[in-house]
């Protein structure tokens, strides 16, 4: 079956500009979480919705990013006014009823 | 905060040679689980130990948990080319217990 889905794959964007990157979860799974992924690092938490509610976003770095997940499925994380240190991979996974996570391949962005 | 740390940070091995992989929390963990990611791509949810001592195998691969509950091992037996990557291991969160917080990964390369 279909597994989670992410885009755009990469995405370059000047310093200052916003971005908005897309999540698909499996169909189903209402908890969906946003990771970041330093090169040669673990994946970061950011962020943790059951279904449409954003139960935990203590991980988000500072106000400019933002997520939301309004009909429980698609999610979106949002950056705005990027930074050179927000060039990192941002992972999408979701999970059935909170044991292991799926992840989609992730949105390389670069910040230029 | 939680802290989850693994070691070593890089592995090299001849084909055929055993590999271990060791991750230490800084608090008691509810469950461990572990994740494998291939060069370029993403986590992959290997398996969850849930119990105190628990051992468990899949194949060539053996997971330990514990008996503090804090440490966790992988060990893999004569190692494959396909076993390269970066395998890390990932407690549930202390504020939130189905967000993930994960070590540093050992990545692992493979000569054949």
């Known amino acids: 079956g279909a597994g989670v889905s992410q885009s755009p794959r990469y995405k370059v964007a000047k310093r200052g500009q916003d971005v908005a990157l897309r999540c698909d979860p499996i169909s189903g799974h209402v908890s969906l979480f946003w990771y970041q992924q330093a090169l040669g690092q673990g994946p970061e938490f950011l962020t943790y919705?059951?279904?449409?509610?954003?139960?935990?976003k203590s991980g988000l770095p500072s106000d400019r990013f933002f997520a939301e997940r309004p009909e429980g499925s698609v999610s979106t994380l949002k950056i705005q006014r990027t930074q050179q240190e927000d060039s990192a991979v941002y992972l999408c996974a979701s999970s059935l009823a909170g044991y292991e996570q799926y992840f989609g391949p992730g949105t390389r962005l670069t910040v230029t | 905060g939680q802290q989850v740390m693994q070691i070593p940070q890089y592995q090299h091995v001849q084909e055929g040679e055993d590999f271990t992989t060791y991750c230490n929390s800084s608090t008691t963990l509810s469950n461990i689980q572990w994740y494998k990611q291939r060069p370029g791509g993403h986590p992959v949810f290997l398996i969850q130990?849930?119990?105190?001592?628990e051992v468990k195998k899949q194949k060539r691969l053996t997971f330990q948990f514990g008996e503090a509950k804090k440490n966790s091992s992988l060990h893999i037996t004569a190692t494959q080319t396909t076993d390269v990557g970066t395998y890390f291991c990932a407690g549930p969160g202390e504020t939130s217990g189905s967000r993930l917080t994960f070590g540093e990964g050992t990545q692992l390369t493979v000569n054949p």
């Open positions: 919705f059951q279904n449409e509610a954003q139960l935990d």
């Open positions: 130990l849930v119990k105190s001592g």
